[in-house]
């Protein structure tokens, strides 16, 4: 085969022996020369066996079975710029299969500079081209396994959900079922006892109301005696009389039971009028609870609270009370009646902390005011205060500070569920520690229907997996 006249310069390698297509065969890749008309010069072997002899053909009728220029030739980008450029080309073998080409392609110059003709080296790349193209299907199957994988993610954070809430009510069932029970089994015990307690001591009452009026009767008749017995005294053959009379009031120190059985009397009294009050209160408090709301006083809810936990700070604090003008509240009285007595106990426990057996008292301030149509009660002590670590745990159910015996840890987690859930208000607290805290409850006045429960419990475990699933 003749070689054109420019391009015959690159047969044969000066200095040695060998012509340079001796060495160009010997190459894996396959090399093509095409002049400027894009017609086939020159094939080495590689090129030869993979294509066929295609010389004096145009490359793109050779290699791609094209009847016009390819798109993206490289030939073309090189001719054009006078840059080597590299291409991923399509090509159909000598056999009529698809092949896939990484073609070198750059310029051939003659002496002058000007290119007379571009050179391609050619890489076959089809087991590469397919490897990606398997990595690319791969990647689309494991995209779609991936938002499947999300999807079933999602499912599975739905269902840990729906499992949470489950958990948290039940929980929360429990709890307000051991609640009642209790409350129900104290409130019997409580009836029967203020039942017990009250018919003696009206007896007793009635009985110092009858001696008090005996005790004044008999002081007016002592009186007439006196009289009697200094009228008496005139005569002096009376006198051995007057004076037995004399003597005998002495003994019996007459003018001291006079001074003193009065004040003996109003005493007791007024300790019969303690126990009513305390039997009274018992009574009040332990009533059974109706199925709706009813409008309540809740000063006089609190007055009860503060008599009946009296043995718990008589001895450890003194009672400021600030009751304001507030209008009744639509709640359920009972479960109000225990929220209060919860709070009442714990700052009786938080100042007993401080102030131990020193024989000093701290102070329980029992304020309500009432702004529109919510009712705000405050409980505070001069306690130890709540530390900053536990602040955000104090409402979890089974969580105390309390040493074993002292607090079940339920106190505060079922004030909140009554006051939030049940009664649609709020129950914060302001602590500094050393100095004490403070309980405010507000309430809705016309009552507001149960929320739904989301204590910090159990249900905690069933978050943390949640959550590790979702990162």
């Known amino acids: 085969m003749s070689q054109p006249p420019e391009l015959s310069g690159i047969a044969t390698m000066p200095g040695l022996e060998i012509e340079s297509t001796q060495i160009l065969d010997t190459l894996p890749d396959g090399i093509t020369i095409q002049d400027r008309d894009f017609t086939v010069v020159y094939q080495n072997r590689a090129m030869r066996s993979a294509f066929g002899d295609t010389c004096g053909m145009k490359c793109y009728a050779a290699y791609e079975r094209r009847e016009s220029q390819c798109e993206g030739c490289g030939v073309s980008r ?28 750059f310029p051939i110059r003659d002496q002058t500079g000007a290119i007379i003709a571009a050179a391609e080296v050619c890489r076959n ?134 001074e003193n059985i009065p004040s003996a009397l109003e005493h007791t009294r007024d300790g019969v009028s ?68 919860n709070l009442l106990v714990n700052a009786a426990h938080a100042i007993s902390d401080v102030v131990g057996n020193s024989g000093t008292k701290g102070i329980i301030r029992v304020r309500t005011t009432s702004s529109g149509n919510t009712v705000r009660i405050d409980i505070a002590d001069t306690g130890c205060g709540i530390p900053e670590s536990v602040r955000e745990r104090i409402f979890e159910p089974f969580f105390t500070t309390k040493e074993v015996g002292r607090g079940s840890g339920q106190g505060l987690a079922v004030a909140r569920s009554i006051v939030v859930d049940k009664h649609g208000g709020s129950l914060t607290f302001e602590s500094n520690v050393n100095r004490g805290a403070t309980f405010t409850i507000r309430l809705p006045v016309d009552g507001l229907p149960a929320t739904p429960v989301t204590p910090a419990s159990l249900g905690a475990t069933v978050r943390a997996f949640r959550a590790s699933l979702a990162e």
């Open 125 to 258: 790349v089809t087991d590469r081209v397919g490897l990606e193209d398997e990595v690319k299907q791969r990647n689309i199957e494991l995209g779609q396994l991936n938002t499947q994988l999300q999807t079933r993610t999602a499912e599975l954070i739905e269902t840990f959900q729906r499992l949470e809430h489950e958990v948290e009510q039940r929980e929360r069932m429990d709890i307000e079922l051991r609640h009642a029970q209790k409350l129900q089994a104290v409130g019997q015990l409580a009836a029967g006892i203020a039942h017990e307690i009250n018919t003696p001591t009206q007896f007793v009452g009635d009985n110092i109301h009858f001696l008090a009026d005996g005790f004044n009767e008999m002081q007016g008749l002592i009186r007439k005696y006196r009289q009697i017995i200094e009228t008496l005294t005139a005569d002096p053959s009376r006198g051995p009389l007057v004076r037995q009379v004399r003597e005998a009031e002495e003994a019996a120190d007459l003018a001291y039971l006079e």
């Open 78 to 105: 090189t001719f054009q710029t006078g840059e080597p450029t590299l291409v991923l080309r399509t090509a159909f073998d000598a056999q009529g299969g698809t092949s896939y080409w990484e073609n070198a392609c």
């Open 274 to 341: 303690r126990i009513s009050c305390i039997v009274s209160a018992m009574k009040e408090f332990a009533h059974p609870d109706q199925r709706e709301k009813s409008a309540a006083d809740l000063n006089r809810a609190l007055q009860v609270a503060l008599t009946i936990a009296k043995s718990e700070y008589k001895y450890v604090a003194d009672i400021e009370t600030e009751f304001g003008e507030i209008p009744r509240v639509m709640c359920h009285l009972s479960d109000m009646n225990q929220v209060f007595l």
